[in-house]
């Protein structure tokens, strides 16, 4: 069979889909990809092209613009994915991401209506649903000031985005085989809101999943050896939505009642509107409350060295991979109460969940890690074995070809093979990278939106 996925961000066919990739490999299958040319360039950024030709897979590039809605550009990349359609000949097409999902599976149709022909058939995974879909929640719709970053602002402009997503969404969607998502949150908001049909086939995965060697244990960090207390890492593209306000607050509160306690924040700047400004930064920076790491392209040293992994995010999560990476190494987690967080954390068990946009409770989570360090050891060990029996890369690998019609191939945890590329620190969203990676409409715009 011929396969075609279509990606957002080049990086992410490795990073993210490497696995599958390679299954689908191993299964005798001619896999092809499509993707935007390279944002990163110079002597360090990866060949993603070449790295893509060492699992067996082709590499084309269309032109799409990830942030922002132009409607001559969007038209453009429109009619590039038909041309690439109809000259590939798939059988299949799996995009992801929401402009290749929504622009994939238009084309798909109008490339089959063209060559008069059945295929090829599409197949869609919706990875998180981002900024765009606050517009229909209330739950961060708080008032707020200072640096917490504003848990709900804009929100008569977001609702409308958020009813035009909808609309693009269901007209695209109609004519898949099978919409996958990674939360059944998403799903069944999906079919609440009219986007999926009542008889169409769905399914639901665990993420991206983990590689569970690659992110292997490390011994539980009980106290920083200087301050004698637990070490609080938020690890996250430097968005709002992604928390990191919350966190700084919750940070002041926790020194006042916990001086010794250490926090850290590690991930890139975001330059689009939701991003932490750098003047923001050297603020805490100055106020000392957290540590603010620099961003880095291996973020296990410092999963290692922390005690207890946090992300408040209020963002319409997948399943952010950071958590599961957290958890992989044995870290407990605490994040919120939010779509594509809650079912990475097993209540008083690998964690705690929390409010969103409450730096209150979130403080008092953190709070018992302080006051009962012996919940560092027993949760991170739990997260490890939640890690193992539901996020592994392999399951998560198997689950999609289930869902895609197709079969494993043999020696299936032999394919899926090790991380590659850059890791969380340089991006905490699959199609983020380092730029604004803002989900559909941050700005009034359109851009991927899958999650770490």
């Not at 693009?168 to 085989?177: F, M, P, V």
């Not at 992994?309 to 958590?323: D, K």
């Not at 043999?410 to 989900?439: I, K, L």
């Amino acid at each position: 069979m011929r396969i075609l996925v279509i990606a957002g961000y080049a990086p992410s066919l490795v990073n993210f889909r490497g696995p599958l990739l390679r299954a689908l490999v191993a299964c005798g299958h001619k896999v092809m990809a499509l993707a935007p040319p390279d944002e990163e360039t110079g002597p360090q950024a990866p060949d993603i092209a070449a790295e893509l030709r060492a699992m067996g897979v082709s590499l084309s590039r269309f032109p799409m613009r990830r942030g922002g809605v132009n409607p001559l550009q969007d038209l453009r990349t429109l009619l590039a994915l038909r041309r690439d359609i109809l000259e590939l000949e798939p059988d299949l097409v799996l995009a992801y991401t929401i402009k290749p999902v929504i622009y994939g599976s238009l084309a798909a149709k109008w490339a089959a209506r063209a060559a008069k022909a059945t295929n090829p058939a599409m197949a869609s995974l919706v990875t998180g649903l981002g900024y765009a879909f606050g517009g229909l929640e209330t739950a961060a719709d708080a008032a707020s000031d200072g640096d917490t970053g504003g848990c709900g602002c804009r929100w008569n402009a977001r609702r409308l985005l958020s009813e035009l997503v909808v609309r693009l969404y269901r007209k695209a969607l109609e004519n898949n085989r099978v919409v996958i998502f990674q939360n059944p949150d998403d799903r069944e908001l999906f079919a609440r809101l009219g986007v999926t049909a009542q008889n169409q086939r769905v399914a639901v995965v665990a993420g991206s999943g983990v590689d569970l060697a690659h992110f292997a244990p490390a011994p539980p960090v009980l106290a920083h050896p200087q301050t004698g207390a637990p070490i609080f890492l938020f690890m996250a593209r430097l968005l709002w939505s992604k928390g990191v306000g919350v966190f700084v607050e919750a940070c002041r509160m926790l020194k006042r009642r916990h001086p010794q306690a250490v926090c850290r924040v590690l991930g890139p700047l975001d330059h689009g509107p939701d991003g932490v400004p750098e003047d923001m930064l050297r603020r805490w920076r100055e106020e000392r409350v957290v540590e603010v790491l620099d961003p880095v392209a291996d973020v296990r040293p410092h999963l290692a060295a922390a005690s207890v992994f946090v992300l408040p995010t209020y963002y319409r999560e997948g399943t952010p991979r950071s958590i599961l990476e957290a958890l992989s190494m044995g870290r407990p987690v605490i994040t919120t109460d939010m779509p594509g967080c809650r079912q990475t954390v097993e209540e008083g068990v690998t964690g705690f969940l929390t409010p969103p946009c409450e730096p209150g409770a979130l403080m008092r989570a953190m709070a018992r890690f302080i006051e009962q360090p012996e919940l560092i050891a027993q949760m991170g060990a739990a997260g490890r074995r939640l890690a193992e029996e539901k996020f592994a890369a392999d399951l998560v690998v198997r689950d999609m070809l289930a869902a895609l019609g197709l079969s494993a191939p043999p020696d299936a945890q032999e394919t899926v093979g090790p991380a590659v590329g850059q890791t969380s620190g340089q991006t905490s969203d699959e199609a983020g990278g380092q730029a604004s990676g803002q989900a559909f409409g941050q700005a009034g715009g359109l851009a991927p939106v899958e999650n770490r």
